[in-house]
Each structure stands twice: as C-alpha cells, then as structure tokens.
C-alpha cells in the first residue's frame, strides 16, 4: 500500500510540475503580443507587401512572396478583411520579412505610411510566417480583436 501511495503522489506532482511549466509557457506567450493601436480597428482593406517589394517584384526572395500568400491567405480566410492589390485602396498596410533567422510582421497606416516609416505595429519570430498555421498572423488577430473588443 505505501509503495503505491509514493507512486501516486509522484504522478501528481510530475502532473502539476508539467501542468505549470505550460501555463507559464502560455502566459508568457500572451504577454509578449504587443497591443494593437485602435486607431486601426475599423480597417477593412490591406494591402501586403515585403520591405524588398510587392509579390509581383521579380527580384522578391521567394520566402517573401510565401509569406505575402500566407498572409493574404489568412486574412481573406477570416473574412473580416478584404485584399487589396495596390497601397492606395488600403486602409492598413501590412509588410513582412521573411528570413532565416526571423520573420517580421508590420502594421502601418495606409495613409502616408510610406513618407514616415514608423509602423503601428509589429511582431518578430522564427517561421512566424511561413509555417502553415502563420503564428505572427495569429498573434496578429488576437490584438485586433482584443482592441476592437474596447
């Protein structure tokens, strides 16, 4: 009886060890999606583009014009947002980077966003765009919807 009481109380405690390094991991991960500027909240139409150039740029690097797909994917799968395909018709303009190391998402105000460079909002992480569920683009909705919800 005491051997499986020991047993017992070692599972438990290897469940809760396991169970909590998680919740901080999720927790940890929530903090770390900067808060979305409201002053975007009623965008509709986004304009994608790369810091190299558009996805028709015969010069992009092909991982850049994955991750401009992915990213066009993802918000015309959400049906909040609707793809434009030339800045001017843009509410919001979102431009990435897709590298090695990192990939970048950027938010910008379709108005003059060219003229001041300053973004509105941005994310960074390895195969943030390229993996098939694009975290960024997660960590994206997740803000616009929290700001929108205030």
Do not use: C
Not at 18 to 28: G, H
Not at 93 to 110: G, H, K, P, T, W
């Amino acid at each position: 009886m005491m051997k499986r009481t020991a047993t017992h109380r070692i599972a438990i405690a290897t469940f809760l060890l396991l169970f909590s390094a998680v919740a901080a991991v999720a927790a940890r991960k929530g903090e770390n999606i900067p808060p979305f500027p409201r002053t975007l909240t009623n965008a509709h139409y986004v304009y994608v583009t790369s810091y190299d150039g558009n996805q028709y740029n015969k010069n992009l690097l092909p991982e850049d014009r994955e991750a401009i797909i992915n990213v066009q994917r993802a918000l015309q799968k959400s049906g909040k947002f609707a793809v434009v395909y030339e800045p001017r018709q843009a509410d919001m303009v979102m431009v990435i980077q897709s590298r090695n190391n990192e990939d970048v998402l950027a938010v910008y105000d379709a108005h003059g966003w060219r003229h001041n460079g300053a973004y509105l909002w941005r994310v960074m992480a390895k195969g943030g765009l390229l993996q098939k569920n694009t975290p960024l683009m997660t960590e994206f909705f997740a803000a616009f919807n929290a700001a929108k919800a205030k």
